[in-house]
């Protein structure tokens, strides 16, 4: 199975935004997005802990009202509830749902709930208190734990043996190494940025891509 990371991003269409998502859906792939919660606990899906760089705004997300957000615009570009792109998906479409900043266990109690009823979501995040904290509130969910390039082979493979753990999701670095291969849990590999790369390991690989 792949994913396209944060949606397709080309001249028309921006990362994490809800055409980006729907253009991803009529492709009938999946997506990869990343999550922040507001001062008013909404969840969002961006990418980064402030607005700088697609607004040019010093502010982070954690210290921003939604409705104030919401205001908020680049070109036809503004920042999409969590809720909307569910919604979005009609449930057929696998939505990895990654948890950028450390999230208390009420607010996680609350994204499990927003969720609710959407069997293709799974959570994932380079938090590893992220993950465990959701598998103490609902054991039964769905989640992976990420890893960068950076990551060791021992912290990996540790981490492989929690039958908790739904996938790893592991840097395009790690792609042919056998100790990684032996792995028995899914594997998903980010991100894939060159068409020549996807079409080598897409048979047997499963890959988090960018519009290609």
Do not use: W
Not at 102 to 122: A, Q
């Amino acid at each position: 199975m792949h994913l396209i990371h944060r949606g397709i991003l080309n001249k028309k269409f921006k990362e994490n935004c809800l055409d980006s998502f729907k253009a991803s859906f009529k492709k009938k792939y999946g997506i990869e997005t990343d999550i922040h919660a507001t001062k008013d606990k909404k969840f969002i899906c961006f990418h980064d802990f402030t607005l700088k760089r697609i607004f040019k705004i010093n502010k982070s997300i954690k210290d921003i009202k939604y409705q104030e957000l919401k205001k908020i615009k680049y070109k036809s570009f503004k920042i999409p509830l969590l809720t909307e792109v569910l919604k979005l998906s009609k449930n057929k479409y696998p939505i990895f749902v990654e948890i950028k900043p450390f999230l208390e266990k009420r607010l996680l109690s609350k994204l499990i709930n927003e969720t609710k009823g959407f069997n293709k979501v799974v959570f994932i995040s380079f938090k590893k208190d992220n993950i465990d904290n959701l598998l103490k509130i609902n054991s039964s969910i769905k989640v992976g734990l990420s890893f960068s390039n950076r990551s060791s082979i021992k912290s990996i493979l540790k981490s492989s043996v929690n039958k908790k753990l739904k996938c790893l999701i592991l840097d395009k670095k790690f792609l042919n190494n056998k100790k990684i291969q032996k792995i028995k849990k899914e594997k998903y590999y980010y991100t894939i940025k060159n068409k020549n790369y996807f079409l080598k390991y897409r048979k047997n690989y499963n890959l988090i891509f960018e519009n290609l």
